[in-house]
Nanobody, 120 residues
């Protein structure tokens, strides 16, 4: 059993900042890629940012230059620093991780989501 627990969402004004955290726990042998996705009202879930266990990052064009993803492998935690937030960033943000369990099984795990609301 592996769980991802997100925190850090909330209400912020246009131009503000938030930092999301996602901690993985459970029967983890290793974590491969981790990432953040978001789903706005009436929209599909889209990738926001991802990071490999070696630190290579990838961003959606809409957040490049504003959002930064990083991870602490010792804490099994991934972060998303969000600056210059816009109302269109309003969404439920989900953490995602590719996990190798202690039984050497490969899993894709999702967090429960955290709501980010940007007011204009």
């Amino acid at each position: 059993q592996v769980q991802l627990v997100e925190s850090g969402g909330g209400l912020v004004q246009d131009g503000g900042s938030l930092r999301l955290s996602c901690a993985a726990s459970g029967s983890i042998f290793s974590l491969n890629a981790m990432g953040w996705y978001r789903q706005g009202p009436g929209k599909q879930r889209d990738m926001v940012a991802s990071i490999t266990n070696g630190g290579r990052t990838n961003y959606a064009d809409s957040v490049k230059g504003r959002f930064t993803i990083d991870r602490d492998n010792a804490k099994n935690t991934v972060y998303l620093q969000m600056n210059s937030l816009k109302p269109e960033d309003t969404a439920v943000y989900y953490c995602n991780a590719e996990v190798v369990t202690l039984l050497r099984r490969y899993l894709e795990v999702w967090g429960q989501g955290t709501l980010v609301t940007v007011s204009s």
